[in-house]
Nanobody, 112 residues
Framework: VQLVESGGGLVQPGGSLRLSCIAS????????MHWVRQAPGKGLEWVST????????NSADSVKGRFTISRDNAKNMLYLQMNSLKSEDTALYYC??????WGQGTQVTVSS
């Protein structure tokens, strides 16, 4: 299994970023996928999940209405569109498979 996240960066409050994760080594389309994050000094926090099949989604209350998770099974890609970013969204973001596999993460810093 390999997961490689990208797309993080420094953004001002209220700004947007789109995170990507390219997956390999497993049948991507057969698996629920997740985004999780870890803020400085804190544990892992679940952010969003996208299911197989109809691709239904769930998100944490803290990001609901601002973040959108999506997937492209043809490309083995997972995405997280993040809008209206807040300082409390600052964290290292990981794509997650089965709460067992993660990539190296991509840093998102929201600051003016």
């Amino acid at each position: 299994v390999q997961l490689v996240e990208s797309g993080g960066g420094l953004v001002q409050p209220g700004g947007s970023l789109r995170l990507s994760c390219i997956a390999s080594g497993f049948t991507f389309s057969d698996n629920w996928m997740h985004w999780v994050r870890q803020a400085p000094g804190k544990g892992l926090e679940w952010v969003s999940t996208i299911r197989t099949g109809n691709g239904g989604t769930n998100s944490a209350d803290s990001v609901k209405g601002r973040f959108t998770i999506s997937r492209d099974n043809a490309k083995n890609m997972l995405y997280l569109q993040m809008n209206s970013l807040k300082s409390e969204d600052t964290a290292l973001y990981y794509c997650d498979l089965r709460q067992k596999y993660w990539g190296q993460g991509t840093q998102v810093t929201v600051s003016s």
